[in-house]
């Protein structure tokens, strides 16, 4: 079980049908979380998504772990990670 977050920041621009968060936690981890992987508009290219925790981890510059089906564990963040992941995700094309 997770403990609960500290801060969860919402996050825009990457699926219309339910947006990601971003779940700080009390360790300082970063938990991403989707409603939909692949999002509702990759449905139809779902491979696209398949290495989606290393096209994060390359965006980002820290090692990002796929731990479930929508949930993406960034053990240790760097100061500016929240804002690298909100830029990722807010350009990733459609």
């Keep these: 079980m997770m403990d609960q977050p500290v801060e969860v920041i919402s996050l825009t621009g990457f699926d219309p049908d339910g947006e990601p968060v ?11 979380v989707f409603e939909f992987m692949p999002p509702s508009w990759g449905e139809d290219a779902p491979e696209r998504f398949d290495d989606f925790d290393q ?11 796929w731990e479930d089906r929508e949930f993406f ?3 240790q ?3 500016d990670t929240v804002e690298r992941v909100q830029a990722f995700l807010a350009k990733y094309s459609r």
């Design 73 to 75: 564990w960034v053990k």
């Design 77 to 79: 963040p760097a100061p």
């Design 55 to 65: 096209q994060l981890a390359r965006a980002i510059g820290v090692t990002v772990d």
């Design 22 to 32: 971003i779940r700080r936690m009390t360790d300082g981890s970063l938990y991403i």
